[in-house]
């Protein structure tokens, strides 16, 4: 294995146990507020799950962009990708609305 993969691994690992944290948190959370047991198979089980899905998205931003012929991913990728999920497509369109207002505001603010 060349150092570029072994540092490529070495980064999803790392990023996997942070997501295996977080879903272990919110199983953990979940748990005691359902009164329900959650096995350490069904946290690995959703971890992964939830890494291939942020992996599926990831592609899905780079091909979105590179159709419209671009290198960067805009937030219309995003909303894109989230089409299919109604409230989650109109929460990125207001925080969308949000931050273009934050930056055309300093955009004003270094021209004067």
Known sequence: ??????????????????????VNQICK?????????????????????????????????EHFAKHAKRSVISPDDVKLCARRNDSLYELLGDSAERIGDKSAKAV?????
């Open 29 to 61: 959370e979940e748990e005691s507020s359902l009164g329900i047991s959650i096995t350490p198979q069904f946290i690995a089980a959703l971890t992964e799950m939830v890494y291939k899905e942020a992996e599926t998205v990831g592609t899905d931003l």
């Open 1 to 22: 294995m060349s150092d570029i993969d072994s540092e490529i691994f070495a980064q999803e690992q790392r990023l996997k146990a942070a997501i295996w944290f977080s």
């Open 108 to 112: 004003r603010k270094r021209k004067k």
